[in-house]
């Protein structure tokens, strides 16, 4: 085992006696170059904190505003270091392997002659030294949070050998290759179970549990046909009170005589309530006409997560919802609220929001579109055994999709500790 010197660096710890320590200064130099060619003519590059330094034209789907000229834009060569100077605290850093121009939000970095860019790669997207970035950085709020050039280039960082740092680079390549396949094809089975849950959940609410029910033509093109004990009708005759957006107010954090304040991003993507130190809340003098009911229906109307729906329960406690979600109350004589959840579940529902979106220059639904929602709706003893039916299974479904998540993580944390380890120097690569 080789020796080991304290490097006096508080986030490296201890490193091989004979790497040396550096300020990031001494190992790239920024590169100020513009772009003065049309966009079309340019390779777009971006980064992202999961995805690190990618080209617009590998992306299947692209999200924010989309560029409009590359006029003044950085430009980016192959081995470059790219920083978003806001968001490089959360990983926000990488190493391009493309030519092209960026963001002159950006800070774009050129290695100087014994830096290794892949080597800086691993160690800039470590959680240890994005703890770096947070502690040189400086803002007002989180939101606002910037590491900014003067300071990301005084952080001090190992410098190993020059065929060392390549050699590390060999092995984790290899190494993290491995995991990121291993992970690849649980994500796989995860996708795979969750496109049996939704199928399921789909031909139950269209067939109902009887088998080889006889099957009639719903009249409705993108439903298709339907059990004949079925009928299509729109939501809106299956709600107890017209659809109401929510409160547009500002919540804020806990105080006496308060309510839970729901928004948008409070709801997860599997249909639970956060809790933790971001909740907001809302005086009940002014969220008195928005308190939510047990079982009432919310539904986002804009955004990234349009579409989503949310059932509440009295015992997430008094609670009142913002402006960019719509409620639902259902007649529960005619429409039970968890068989209108499993309902937004189905491929059904993904259909009728692609043909809404299609139909709209913005994703936005609003509540004349959900009310007007056309749904095949059972009697209310069908509808009551299908609930029970799909708690039952997708639970289960749920629960296999929660093992292979978990070890999806474990192996996330595995290839963290590994990268950590190797190009701190506290584990010697074999090859």
């Avoid at 933790?276 to 079982?295: M, R, T």
């Avoid at 509440?312 to 005619?334: N, P, Q, R, V």
């Avoid at 056309?374 to 296999?400: F, G, H, M, N």
């Amino acid at each position: 085992m080789r020796e080991m010197k304290n490097s006096g660096v508080e986030w490296l710890g201890k490193i091989p006696n004979h790497w040396r320590i550096r300020r990031i200064k001494n190992l790239f130099e920024l590169r100020n170059e513009k772009n003065y060619e049309a966009l079309e003519d340019v390779n777009l590059i971006s980064l992202y904190t999961d995805k690190g330094v990618v080209q617009h034209s590998d992306l299947t789907e692209t999200t924010g505003n989309k560029a409009v000229t590359a006029d003044g834009y950085k430009i980016v060569k192959e081995d470059d270091i790219v920083v978003n100077i806001i968001l490089c605290w959360m990983g926000a850093v990488g190493r391009s392997a493309y030519n092209g121009v960026t963001s002159p939000a950006y800070d774009v970095y050129k290695p100087l002659h014994d830096t290794n860019s892949k080597y800086y790669h691993y160690l800039f997207r470590t959680s240890q030294f994005n703890g770096e970035c947070y502690r040189y950085g400086r803002g007002i709020m989180l939101m606002r949070w910037r590491t900014y050039s003067s300071e990301f280039r005084a952080i001090s960082v190992p410098l190993p050998p020059e065929d060392e740092q390549e050699r590390i680079v060999n092995f984790l390549d290899k190494k993290i290759d491995d995991v990121d396949r291993l992970i690849g094809n649980v994500q796989k089975q995860i996708e795979k179970l969750k496109a049996y849950k939704q199928s399921l959940i789909t031909q139950v609410v269209t067939k109902g549990l009887v088998p080889n029910v006889p099957m009639k033509d719903s009249g409705v093109e993108w439903i298709g046909e339907i059990a004949e004990t079925h009928t299509v009708y729109r939501l809106k005759y299956l709600l107890r009170t017209p659809m109401q957006y929510g409160a547009n107010e500002s919540g804020d954090k806990f105080k006496e005589n308060a309510v839970r304040y729901i928004r948008i991003t409070d709801i997860t993507a599997d249909g639970n309530l956060k809790d933790d130190e971001s909740n907001q809340y809302l005086p009940l003098s002014v969220a008195a006409g928005y308190i939510l009911k047990d079982k009432d229906v919310l539904f986002a109307r804009s955004g990234g997560t349009v579409g989503k729906s949310f059932l509440y329960h009295e015992y997430y406690g008094a609670s009142a919802f913002a402006g960019y979600l719509i409620k639902a109350e259902c007649d529960e004589e005619s429409l039970l609220p968890e068989y209108l959840i499993y309902y937004t579940q189905s491929s059904l529902y993904e259909l009728w929001k692609s043909m809404i979106f299609i139909q709209a220059t913005i994703q936005n639904i609003g509540a004349n579109k959900y009310s007007n929602m056309e749904i095949p709706i059972p009697s209310i003893e069908s509808q009551t055994a299908i609930v029970e039916y799909l708690a039952d299974t997708c639970s289960k479904i749920d629960r296999l999709i929660a093992i292979k998540q978990s070890k999806i993580e474990k192996l996330e944390q595995y290839k963290r500790a590994l990268i950590y380890e190797y190009v701190t120097g506290k584990k010697e690569h074999s090859c």
